[in-house]
């Protein structure tokens, strides 16, 4: 085979998507085609054919045909890291004899990715009631893994690289000529003045990896009950080479804008905690940045559902883009309890309702112990992890995880026992920087000590007075 750029061809693409339309010479007739901005999908019964389109959009350049074949082994190495069973390979469909061939002997007119089809409701965005808390934990670690495990990089990373998004939003929303767009503009350009310097050191201390690029539910498949992230970005590194929290942040809004923030929540705790398993200790500041990421997601999905038309979804998620950046004033709540008197059940509850989106930062006392013994959430600890000793270690280290993330402007809520009246005690260490107000459960069948309230919410609640262990909080009837 040799290569010719179609572009030297009468009608090039005409003539190709036609034959692919008709079935591309094979037996199995095409089924349907799902056209977007940058490619053609040609669905077949069990197979699916993506040809790129030769344009140049600025931030992707598939003008000439080393490029789209470029772009084309590219999104099948890249993709195969999470999606190894639906991409197939690249193929080259060839001229032979007035029309075309795949994989012949003639001259290459253009090259298609090949790909397992899978069922056209299987993507997240159509299955939003699959999306428990259970499955959004499972899919907070499994990006948590992915990124862990991805190559560093740099194209995309540190100020400069969300610099250049934020200017290329600016030209893109000025466009659209709708209301808001300025201040957007305005309010992201000076939060990324108060995190550079933070950006700049994630991207000298390995933060920004080779990612998804485009982590939103449409881009995330529901199979065997499993998720399976595919379709990443292969087209530019700028936008594949980027902050790890970036990259969640796109899912993270995209959950909380279809009203799913426990969900958004249920994710960015989990991720947090598997991440926390190889990332050092400033991998919690970072989240100081989590509200603009967010917003700066908001904003690049206002002019892209803009130019599809939806100018009504776009002004939505502008507003989204402005709410992302309000400023919330940090808390601490401290859950306590013993082993099944539901204070974790409780913590998941309300921290979605604390501070910025998507919520609180849950810290658990029995995960935290478990990184520190260097054990996976599931497995079980020695009755050494166990003693007096060890369980003083865990507070300490929970306490200065919530020291990082209240600094960096998160609510937090601590669920642990809270036995011992030392760490009773302790999160009274925060009460001149951020609203704290500590209470428990009482239970009348044994001791239940669980939860912190809002001075507001106390009148709404019966109480009455604990004689829990040394846990001198005020006790509230579980209901």
Known sequence: MRAVDPSTLPNPQAELTQWLREGAGGSEPCERVIETSISWVFLFRDRALKLKKPIDLGFLDFTSLAKRHWAALREVAFNRATAPSIYQGVRAITREDGSFAMDGAGVVADWVVEMRRFADKAVLSDNLGAIDGEFAESLGRRIAQFHLGAAVGSAGGGAAGLRFVLESNAR???????????????????????????????????????????????????????????????????????????????????????????????????????????????????????????????????????????IGRARRYLRAAHGYLAEFRPVLVAVGGLSGSGKTTYARSVAPALGGAPGAVILRSDEVRKRLWGRAPTQKLPQAAYTEEATAAVYAEVFAIASRCLAAGRAVVIDAVFLEAANARSPSKWRPKVALSSKAYGSRRRSKFSRTVWPGEAAMLRTRTSRCSTISWRAIQAR
């Open 172 to 310: 893109q929303l000025r466009a659209l000529r709708i209301d808001g767009v300025e201040a957007v503009v305005a309010e992201t350009k000076r939060e990324l003045g108060q995190v550079a310097r933070l950006l700049d050191r994630r991207l000298a201390n390995d933060f920004v990896r080779c990612c998804h690029g485009d982590l939103h539910l449409g881009n995330i498949l529901l199979e065997n009950g499993e998720a399976v992230l595919f379709d990443c970005i292969e087209f530019s590194d700028a936008m594949r080479e980027i902050d790890v929290l970036y990259d969640l942040a796109f899912l993270l809004m995209d959950l909380d804008f279809r009203g799913l923030r426990p969900m958004a929540n249920r994710v960015l705790n989990a991720w947090l905690d598997e991440a926390a398993h190889a990332f050092d200790g400033s991998a919690w500041k970072g989240l100081r940045a989590l509200p603009l990421f967010q917003s700066v997601r908001a904003a690049v999905r206002a002019h892209v559902t803009a130019r599809e038309g939806d």
